[in-house]
């Protein structure tokens, strides 16, 4: 069992602030863990950041279990999280609770659903079987079609309620924490106060128990980023670099230099060998 349990994050709450990274593969999780970050998640992201596909509606389970794998065999510390996908969980709570087993059998602690009360009788089945779950409220990215498109919310009434009906309804039915996605920071921080449970926030403020952000984002991977990232570094800018001067060096023939490659010291011990196997290879024929 990792050290970080889905216990010792509710046990934080009011306590340490949480942080929460994305990752996708072996290398960025083993990186993300010796980090110290407490929870590291295989997010269904990984459709529009890995895949490059607009949306995350197109991620499927088996993707998100190939993805789950590889992160599961790198992290010895932090809490292993893993996404259930658009439609893997909201036809029937039987297959709900299917999928949410294959997440587990890759290799998580935890799973995330997106939303809080339409799902909360998935939400305490799974609990009850063992499965710890978080939920995610605010801007939910499955349901972007109904949304109209990635955008703050929480501005109406009937989004402030719908935002703390779906944690509410997530703390009763036994979720340990709860994401706050681009979310008005009153709005964060009314929830943070409401539930026992932690809200870990995306673009929702400081008035919460933890930060979670995408990995490709935080790196500036990509040139384009949401709105409220805050860009760590320029990793895609190195790597770029890195790329040219690679190339200018394998055009003008500076790579590989001396030390990179191995060569006969004895140059007529070479040519004796090499004409002995010209020989045999031209009767061979
Ligand atoms: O998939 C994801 O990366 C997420 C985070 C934005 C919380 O759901």
């Known amino acids: 069992m990792r050290e970080i349990t889905p216990r010792k994050i509710i046990e934080m709450k009011g306590k340490e602030r949480i942080a929460m990274i994305t990752a996708y593969d072996y290398p960025s999780a083993l ?6 970050m407490d929870i590291i998640f295989i997010g269904d992201s990984l459709g ?13 389970m088996d993707q998100m279990i190939f993805h789950t ?6 992290v010895k510390r932090a809490l292993v999280l893993a996404d259930m996908p658009f439609g893997s969980y909201e036809i029937d709570t039987d297959e709900g609770v299917r999928n949410a087993v294959r997440l587990i059998q890759a290799g998580a602690d935890a799973v995330k659903i997106e939303g809080g009360y339409d799902h909360r009788k998935l939400v305490r089945k799974l609990v009850r079987m063992g499965i710890p779950v978080m939920g ?8 972007y079609l109904r949304l109209g498109g990635y955008r703050l919310m929480g501005e109406t009434e009937e989004e402030i309620e719908e935002i703390l009906r779906d944690a509410r309804a997530l703390e009763k ?4 924490a709860v994401v706050l996605e681009f979310t008005l920071a009153d709005v ?8 026992s449970i932690p809200t870990i926030g995306i673009g929702a403020g400081p008035y919460v128990d933890g930060q979670v952000l995408v990995w490709h984002d935080l790196l ?10 805050k860009k760590y570094a320029d990793i895609g800018g190195m790597i770029r670099l890195a790329l040219e001067s690679y190339r200018e060096e394998v055009k003008d023939g500076r790579f590989p230099a001396r ?5 006969f010291l004895d140059k007529d011990d070479f040519r004796r060998k090499a004409q002995r196997v010209l020989e045999r290879l031209g009767e061979d024929e």
Do not use: C, S
């Open 48 to 60: 529009m950041v890995v895949y490059g596909e607009p949306n995350t509606l197109n991620v499927t």
């Open 259 to 263: 030390e990179h490659y191995w060569e």
């Open 69 to 74: 794998k590889a992160v599961a065999k790198a």
């Open 173 to 176: 039915a036994g979720a340990f």
């Open 188 to 195: 964060a921080k009314l929830v943070t106060e409401e539930v």
């Open 136 to 143: 995610h409220t605010g801007l939910t990215p499955q349901r």
């Open 31 to 36: 990186i993300a863990d010796r980090a110290g």
């Open 220 to 229: 500036g991977i990509y040139e384009n980023t949401p709105p409220f990232v």
